[in-house]
Nanobody, 116 residues
Framework: QVQLVESGGGLVQPGGSLRLSCAAP????????MAWYRQAPGKERELVTWVTSTGNINYSSSVKGRFTISRDNAKNTVYLQMNSLKPEDTAVYYC??????????WGQGTQVTVSS
């Protein structure tokens, strides 16, 4: 069973920063688009950002300018650098490996809480 392993969540004050990591098996990482989703309580899961295997990147309007996705091909890891965090960024964050519009693999989720 393929596992994506996430880390880096936690509690941070508004305006603070966190970096999330997601490690994937190499055979997955080399081919798939890697994405970050989030799900706040009572809300649907939201696509936040993604990076293709060739390095093309997109962001949702809610995080553009504050979040940065990157991938380290040597470590088979994708990162999400989150700056200027707001209380509305509070959610469980999931990474996924996807092709086209289909998510084939998911991480276990990591909680991010932005609160004073």
């Amino acid at each position: 069973q393929v596992q994506l392993v996430e880390s880096g969540g936690g509690l941070v004050q508004p305006g603070g920063s966190l970096r999330l990591s997601c490690a994937a098996p190499g055979r997955i990482f080399r081919i798939y688009t890697m994405a970050w989703y989030r799900q706040a309580p009572g809300k649907e899961r939201e696509l936040v950002t993604w990076v293709t295997s060739t390095g093309n990147i997109n962001y949702s309007s809610s995080v553009k300018g504050r979040f940065t996705i990157s991938r380290d091909n040597a470590k088979n890891t994708v990162y999400l650098q989150m700056n200027s965090l707001k209380p509305e960024d509070t959610a469980v964050y999931y990474c996924s490996a996807r092709i086209g519009g289909t998510n084939y693999y998911w991480g276990q989720g990591t909680q991010v809480t932005v609160s004073s």
